[in-house]
Structures are given as structure tokens and as C-alpha cells.
């Protein structure tokens, strides 16, 4: 077993050669294993439509079978579904066997004990006991439940448009496709869509809709009809895209904020957490609205933790996880988040590019990665930039470091999933971005041999 597939939020890797029907079953015994610990005895398990997932559920049920875990089979679902059942059907766990937004070679599982998805040392605790292979023994069963139209029920019972807004949706031939439509017809929007078939070879784009030139043919449509909004969803439909009525993608650190300032009329004083990579926008933003920031580190699992801690009712990433622990569960759901973005258009009257008037515009850089040759140099080099810059600069050091220089800042951090460190910048000029954006990317080079790349 490959160690490296063991990430921060989930496991991940390239099937067969890191994730098998071997390898999944030994992650299911150590699970299994960890749960039988707890005293926990049954868990529900889904997966999303990719080639071989079915082929990987079915070991990883067989195998955490054998370690006296019970099982409710959901079959093919969304991750949010997934987390649903968490609440919905009496099980002490879940494992959604997914690897979201990753290209079509890839798969992997999110797992949950109780309410809450596992992370950080808690992942790497089910890793040793996977790579010391001392499982226990049992004899579990499993019974097959489909819980999808509950879920659509619930979804569909929060909401209701008093006017049918025009709206394109792109579901990129995965999870979304399964019933993201039925739930927005059902809540009263007039629906088009594009790519919505099942197709787990993704062959019209790469499923990850908070990336530009994966929205193009969506952000085309909208305008092509004069429609509202455009919605796409990622693989496993727990990130959002929004594309505003011009075609444009509405980045997540912006359309979290539309979702601040619509809750902050209800809740004033609330806190909303947002994570480091984030405009500053959001800070100044926020707390004209009446709400209290918090910046954050980075990760669906550490951003819901925060939010239960601070008993914060929305959380959000520029990635497009969207949280929201009011009228919901506190989970990232892509559906469930573009409802509410729909429910805010028709009760005010407007489109997305209105619901952002007034928020000043900063200029910045999509996220950029820098490669490192292994993870080793990717920790060195981001602690000795992370000293250096806190020499000289205030930093904000919670999740790498995030240098102020008064009127922009530069974000610095080691990747959670590849030996990269991830940067980004933000300035009120274009000029000023630029020299921000050199100056760091410059020293860095000066610590040791990086690639300098754009992602997302």
C-alpha cells in the first residue's frame, strides 16, 4: 500500500495502482477495525459514478463485513447524500467511496465517524492500522437502502421560488446528474441543462466546476439564452460554481460573501469563518454587514470543525465548499448551496452581478502552485519562507503564512495533498499585485528548486 494516498481530508489515489479492490480492503478492515474500538457497529456506505467504483465499494463493504461492521449499502449517491444518511438512518458512520474533483483515474474514500468526516491525524491513524494489518474478526451484514428520494424531499421541502428563475445547470456527467435537476424544477426554476448524463469517463470536461476553462460552455449558455445564472457541480457535488447572467465564474470567496450578507440580515452578529486564501474583501465586507470574520485554515473538514466550535452558521472556500449550519447541517452540499443562492435572487429581485454591488473589487491571481521535488523540500522551503516573511512582515500564521503589506497580502502555504507549496495575491492595483506576486514567488526560489505553475 501506497502511504501517500493517506491525505489531510480523505484518501486518494490512481486506480489500480494505488487504489484496488485489494488496498480498499484493507482500509475498510482498518476502519472497521478503528470502529469496532469505539464500540460503533454499523455504517453506511456510498459511492459516486466513476468506472470503477462499484467494483470498490463492493471490497470495502466485504471487508469491513469481516471486521463484524454492519452495513447499509445507499449505492450510488453524492457525497452530501452520503452525509445524509448520517442523520437519517440509524448508522454510527460513513464512507463515501469518491475521489471528487479528480480526473477520471483517480478514486478514493471520505470517511466519518458519527456526524463528522475524519481528518489529519485521524486519517493517519486508520493508515497505520491498514499498513500494521492486525484487524479484528467478525461477521457483519449488509442490507441495501436508497435513500435518494428522502434526500430529495428534504431538499426540495425548504425551499420554494416565487418566480421561475431561468437557470442553466452543468452537473459534468457525475453525481449532479443523478437528480440535481429534478431538485431545482421541484423548488420552481425553469432548468436547462448540459452534460446531464451519467457518464463516469467525463468526456465533455474535467469535473471540477470552480475552474474557468471548465465552465466555459456553461458560462456560453447563459448568455446564449439570456438566462439569470448558470450552476455547475464537481464530482461528487459537495463544490459549487456559479456563473453570473454575463457568463462570468463568481469566485467561492465572493459567493460566500452573498451568502453572508443575505444571513446577517437574520442573524446579525453571526460569525462567518472563511479561510486564508480568501479576498480581503471578505473581512471588510463582513463586518460592515454586522457579522464577525474568522479566517481559517483551509479544508471541508477543518472549516465544519471550526464552525462548530464558534457555533458559526456559514462557512466558506474559494474552492466552492459552501457550509451552512443554518436551516441545514452544517455539511458542504453544492445542491443544497445553489438553492439557497437561487432563494436569495428571488427574494431580492436580482442577479448575481447586483448582489455584488458595492463590494469593492480587488485585484488578484487564481491560486498558483509551486512544485517541490518531494514533500521533505516542500516542508523545508515553507518553513524557512515562513520565518523569513515573519521577520519582516505582520503574517497572519495560522495555515502557512498569509503576508500583509497593507494595501495586498501573499499567501504561502504547503499543499495538504501534493508536494507543492500553493500561493496566492491579492492588491488593490494591478501594478501593486504584480510586484507582490514577484517578490514572493521570487524568494521562494531563493529557498530551493520550485515549478511555478497556475492551478486553480
Known sequence: MTPSIFREYDIRGLVPKELNVDTIALIAKAFGTHLHSLGLKRVAVGGDVR??????????????????????DIGTVTSPLCYFAAYHLPVDGIAMITASHNPKEYNGIKLGVGKTTMFGAEITHIRDIALAGEFVDGTGETVKQDITEDYIDYIASKFKLSRKIKMVFDPANATGALFGKRIFECIGAEVVSIYDTVDGNFPNHHPD????????????????????VGIGLDGDSDRVGIIDEKGVLIPGDLLTLIYAKDLLLDLPGSKIIYEVKSSMALEEEITKAGGIPILWKVGHSLLKKKMSEEKAPLAGELSGHVF??????????????????????DKTGKKPTQLLDGVPRYYNTPEIRCGCDNDDEKFRIAKEAAAYFSAKYDVIDID?????????????????????????FEARTPERLEEIKNEVLNKLQEFGHIQIGMSH
Open 51 to 72: 468506472t470503477h467504483t462499484r467494483e470498490l465499494m463492493d471490497s470495502f463493504i466485504a471487508a469491513i463485513n469481516s471486521t463484524g461492521i454492519n452495513v447499509i
Open 324 to 345: 451552512f449550519a443554518d436551516r441545514y447541517f452544517g455539511y458542504d452540499d453544492a445542491i443544497y448551496a445553489a438553492c439557497r443562492l437561487l432563494e436569495i435572487m
Open 400 to 424: 502557512g503564512v498569509r503576508i500583509l503589506f497593507g494595501d495586498g497580502w501573499g499567501l504561502m502555504r504547503a499543499s495538504n495533498t501534493q508536494p507543492s507549496l500553493v500561493t496566492r
Open 209 to 228: 466546476p470552480t475552474v474557468a476553462e471548465n465552465v466555459v460552455e456553461l458560462g456560453k449558455k447563459v448568455v446564449e439564452l439570456g438566462f439569470e
